[in-house]
């Protein structure tokens, strides 16, 4: 019986091992779902981000991405040196991104934010596939355009390929409570079986 018992709540913490570790879910900025090829006023709303830009406009580029879900700069007048502001719904973790269109002068500061808290950030002098997934969980991503010399026509940087994992909450399971209770008396028959 003991042996059943036992057999029987290793089977299900690996249960209950399975449904935890599917909390997370991947995911993209899908910019299609924006006017292609125009400038926008900000905010520009996705299905799972808010986006705002320092100049109020941000320009959404249909070829600008190697996934097919386009992507963005903030836009000052036909430059891309705005500043821009990315606001997920969700808390993301595993972010990666393209860095395109470079112009000597140019920089772009990241930086990750999770509640309000800097979470980490790196300045970037050129074009880049950037992997920030080391950067753990936030739920906003600041991108800081500097033009570096002054006077210089530089274009700016643009955005895409924004892939990640959303991270959601994992409900209690309602048989977890049973689960315990049925450790709980597998504890006291162990016992029990060990004083007779």
């Known amino acids: 019986m003991i042996k059943i018992l036992k057999q029987a709540a290793i089977t299900a913490v690996a249960a209950l091992t399975a449904m935890v570790s599917l909390n997370a879910a991947a995911d993209t900025l899908n910019f299609s779902e924006l006017p292609q090829d125009t400038a926008l006023a900000t905010p520009a ?97 600041f991108l800081d355009y500097e033009g570096t010399i002054p006077g210089l026509d530089a274009y700016g940087y643009g955005f895409s390929d924004f892939d990640f994992t959303t991270v959601t909450a994992v409900p209690l399971p309602a048989a977890l409570p049973l689960f315990g209770a049925a450790l709980m008396g597998l504890g006291y028959l162990s016992r029990r079986r060990k004083q007779q």
Request: aromatic share 8%; hydrophobic share 40%; with cysteine.
């Open 45 to 141: 709303v996705l299905s799972n981000a808010t986006i705002t830009s320092s100049s109020g406009s941000i320009f959404i580029e249909s070829t600008l991405s190697t996934n097919g879900f386009g992507g963005l700069c903030g836009a000052i007048g036909v430059t891309c040196q705005a500043d821009l502001d990315i606001q997920f719904n969700s808390t993301i973790e595993n972010l990666s991104f393209a860095i395109d269109g470079y112009d000597e002068g140019d920089s772009v500061t990241v930086m990750g934010y999770l509640g309000g808290t800097l979470v980490n950030t790196m300045t970037l002098f050129d074009v880049a596939s950037l992997d920030i997934s080391s950067w753990g969980q936030m739920d906003r991503l």
